[in-house]
């Protein structure tokens, strides 16, 4: 059975930095498609980034770009989410959200994941 699990989240201050792990248990291999979404309060969910374990392509929101790092240790089965200079802004509970690789992919698109997290809470405050 697949399941993911995300931690790490926490509450920081405006430019803080702050790493989100996802451990992905049940894949027997780098066949995966992993994505971060994000839910803020009140507002629908929304694609953050991507990355296909297979090929190493990574895909960023462009209000992430140049701040967020997404990255793999496949040895650990786990995805990371590196997020700095955050902002009040990204707020939200991030879900990370697993698939098995099976060609090309609408990488912001919830329907191309199968496995789906419970989500941590991130919070940024002064």
């Known amino acids: 059975e697949v399941q993911v699990v995300e931690s790490g989240g926490a509450v920081v201050q405006p430019g803080d930095s702050l790493r989100l792990s996802c451990e992905m248990s049940?894949?027997?291999?780098?066949?995966?498609?992993m994505g971060w979404f994000r839910q803020a309060p009140g507002k629908g969910r929304e694609p953050v980034s991507s990355?296909?374990?297979?090929?190493?392509?990574?895909y960023y929101a462009e209000f992430v770009k140049g701040r967020f790092t997404v990255s793999a240790d496949n040895a650990k089965n786990t995805v990371y989410l590196q997020m700095n200079s955050l902002k009040p802004e990204d707020t939200a509970v991030y879900y990370c959200?697993?698939?098995?690789?099976?060609?090309?992919?609408?990488?912001?698109?919830?329907?191309?994941?199968?496995?789906w997290g419970q989500g941590t809470q991130v919070t940024v405050s002064s």
């Open positions: 990355l296909n374990g297979r090929l190493g392509y990574t």
């Open positions: 049940g894949f027997s291999s780098d066949n995966y498609i």
């Open positions: 959200a697993a698939a098995y690789y099976g060609g090309p992919y609408l990488w912001g698109l919830e329907q191309e994941y199968t496995y």
